[in-house]
């Protein structure tokens, strides 16, 4: 991942990188880019490019709009006194680190971008540049870093359904073998393109709503975590097309029942020791990890504006949901909006993180572990 802001005329050597990158997606059958971010109300938006011209975008951006900052999820339009005219302009940088040809996507590749001005400053509502510069400062004021993985859980329907309604394309229980079978294609589709993605699965399962299917993938650096979020979120979408089917991340498909959520998984680090694990507080915790998990405890009822952001996410904030809507904490406690995973005795100095349950799909990843 690049640690810096990009500036006009590109990063330190990335113009001859993404030259050489250009040649190689070529000869792998890449004819466009996806160029990714993700805009205040949690939408991924996209500007694309032929390969030829990724040199150029590392050098000078790709042009977008800044009024999608305050476009609502329905696409309708709001406006602040910093944010969401339809003057000016936007340059996309993208992550050359980031870059993932698209297995689900034949002849495309994708990279997540960072945003500035045309005068080459840092777009104030680049979430994943608010996040990058948190963690960055986390790590050289205080010696922290930080390990996430985020959730990904959604609904598959049935793609011949009438209009807009949702109808689950597989039967059987919460959990059921029943559901795996039903889905087996697609599934094996999905990790088979996740694996040469290089995205790390560490469960795929059915979940408990109708029709509802949960990925978890392995943690890495908070920027690398919300951006596999959204590239696992793109796969999805990719797979399921190509077997005729629909899906809904949203936190509620249905007005009643289990929502789908995008739970946070985070821990923190020093000198490459997990302060969640071997200290000598509560269920094994250093006093720095509590005083972590005290402060997220704190602030958490502020913070669901930014972890469940939308009026959906209240159909899924709901009593015996598991959604996590008690402002408490508790070990391996899926009702507590906080849950401590202790891990396995034997690999608990790498397993052992805090869960935190009140999030959604809706919310902007970058700006959900910034908060």
């Not at 993404?18 to 990714?36: D, F, K, S, Y």
């Not at 869960?355 to 910034?370: F, H, I, R, S, T």
Request: hydrophobic content about 45%; aromatic content about 6%.
């Amino acid at each position: 991942m690049s640690e810096s802001d990009p500036v006009p005329g590109g990063r330190p050597g990335e113009v001859e990188r993404a030259t050489a990158l250009t040649g190689e997606l070529t000869g792998q059958g890449v004819h466009g880019l996806v160029l990714a971010y993700v805009d205040t109300a949690g939408i991924a938006r996209v500007k694309t490019v032929p390969t030829a011209k990724l040199a150029a975008a590392a050098a000078w951006g790709v042009g977008m709009s800044p009024v999608f900052d305050t476009f609502l999820a329905d696409d309708s339009i709001v406006a602040t006194d910093v944010l969401g005219s339809p003057d000016g302009d936007l340059r996309l940088y993208p992550d050359l680190d980031r870059l993932t040809v698209l297995a689900a996507q034949p002849g495309w590749a994708w990279a997540p971008v960072d945003r500035i001005t045309q005068e080459g400053a840092p777009h104030p509502a680049c979430g994943r540049t608010v996040l990058r510069r948190i963690v960055a400062g986390a790590a050289e004021r205080h010696g922290i870093t930080f390990r996430a993985a985020v959730e990904v859980e959604w609904a598959v329907g049935r793609g011949d359904a009438d209009g807009d309604a949702f109808v689950p394309a597989v039967s059987g229980p919460a959990y059921g073998a029943a559901r795996q079978v039903e889905l087996s294609d697609c599934a094996a589709d999905l990790l088979a393109a996740l694996a040469a993605q290089g995205v790390d699965v560490e469960q795929f399962h059915p979940e408990y709503a109708a029709g509802q299917f949960e990925v978890s993938v392995g943690a890495l650096g908070p920027v690398a975590a919300a951006d596999h979020s959204v590239l696992v979120r793109q796969t999805i979408r990719a797979v399921s097309r190509r077997h005729g089917l629909r899906v809904s991340f949203a936190p509620a498909v249905l007005g009643q029942g289990v929502g789908n959520g995008g739970h946070l998984h985070l821990s923190a680090w020093r000198d490459g020791t997990n302060l969640h694990a071997g200290g000598t507080a509560r269920y094994g915790m250093t006093a720095e990890a509590e005083s972590f998990v005290a402060g997220v405890l704190g602030h958490l009822p502020a913070l669901t504006a930014l972890t469940a952001p939308s009026p959906a996410s209240r159909l899924r904030l709901r009593p015996s949901q598991w959604a996590g809507v008690f402002t408490a904490w508790g070990r391996e406690t899926r009702e507590a909006a906080l849950r401590i995973v202790t891990g396995t005795a034997g690999i608990r100095d790498r397993a052992a993180n805090l869960e935190v349950k009140p999030v959604d799909l809706a919310a902007n990843p970058y700006l959900a572990l910034a908060s």
